[in-house]
């Protein structure tokens, strides 16, 4: 069985922040993600203009980058694993891993966001073939697409309907309210790109396969019915470490101490959805100080 002081369960933003200052603080924690790779869902990015410190905007695919380097600069490395289950075994917690079982004293959960499902009735059937949840997996799966569905409003779905146009895809936007939810640049930038049709007051009431064919409903109860390459459902994410503290009998992951002693929640796990990648970093930090000072025998 592993053994580590501190094991960091995710690479995105939060966890490369929280493994780095690990070792600042004189613990080598153990980082652990399901891809073995850092870098996480900020991938899927159009831009990121508002981190402290860049000097130009970067796409997801660079800050990636970035983050895999300065995990290298500390000489920590992301091994590969998919974390099924936590249990407290006397001080320490036991982390049930695909492929091994790991032990340590103090556990940071940064494992990101899962998203939410439209609900339509063949959806899982659907998955990873004509219906996806982020950008990076639909660009594997369809490499060159020529025209794609986003469903959703948010920010998340207007950063996604901007990645694509920019892969060179025609773009539909299918938004239920009568207005984008995002604000701002981002949306700005939605309404100014020829590539991005957006329909609003607009629901997508079924999807099939071979060929990918959607349906969207208007407010109206008018239908459209066309070929897509793909529909990318982008109505909400959750914490994907809420399952893992329900199954341990753990406070929800916004408890602002952590759920449990040792056992520490951080970034987009936290905060239940999709946030930025300085508040991501900031939150991992505040994770590490804490798990560090509770593995040296500290509250």
């Not at 094991?7 to 939060?14: E, H, K, L, N, Q």
């Not at 613990?27 to 130009?56: F, H, Q, S």
């Not at 109860?221 to 809420?242: F, I, Q």
Request: aromatic share 4%; proline share 5%; net charge neutral.
């Amino acid at each position: 069985m592993r053994q580590a002081r501190v094991i960091v369960v995710g690479a995105g933003p939060a966890g490369v922040a929280a493994a780095a200052q690990c070792l600042r603080l004189g613990i080598v924690p153990l980082i652990v993600d399901r891809t073995g790779a850092a870098g996480g869902l900020v991938e899927n990015a159009y831009c990121v203009e508002n981190y402290p410190g860049i000097e130009k905007p970067l796409r997801g695919p660079e800050l990636a980058e970035r983050l895999r380097a300065h995990l290298a600069r500390f000489g920590l490395a992301v091994e590969r694993a998919e974390v099924t289950a936590i249990a407290r075994e006397g001080d320490d917690y036991i982390v049930d891993g695909d492929p091994e079982t790991m032990r340590a004293r103090a556990v940071i959960l940064a494992s990101g966001t899962e998203p939410v499902r439209l609900g339509i009735s063949n959806e899982r059937e659907c998955e990873d073939s004509a219906v996806f949840y982020d950008v990076r997996s639909l660009l594997r799966r369809h490499p060159n697409p020529r025209s794609v569905v986003v469903v959703g409003g948010g920010e998340a779905a207007c950063d996604y309907a901007l990645s694509l146009s920019a892969s060179d895809a025609r773009v539909t936007m299918a938004v239920r309210s009568n207005r984008l939810k995002a604000r701002g640049r981002l949306a700005d930038a939605v309404r100014r790109s020829s590539a991005v049709r957006v329909l609003f007051e607009t629901v997508c009431e079924s999807v099939g396969i071979s060929p990918t064919a959607v349906r969207l409903r208007g407010a109206a109860g008018d239908t459209e019915e066309s070929e897509t390459d793909a529909v990318l459902v982008a109505v909400g994410r959750r914490s994907a470490a809420a399952a893992l503290l329900e199954s341990m009998g753990a406070a929800p992951p916004a408890a602002e101490n952590g759920p449990l002693a040792g056992l520490f929640v951080a970034g987009d796990a936290r905060r239940g959805g999709l946030g930025q990648v300085g508040m991501a970093v900031g939150d991992g930090m505040r994770a590490a100080a804490a798990a560090v000072s509770f593995s040296e025998g500290g509250p």
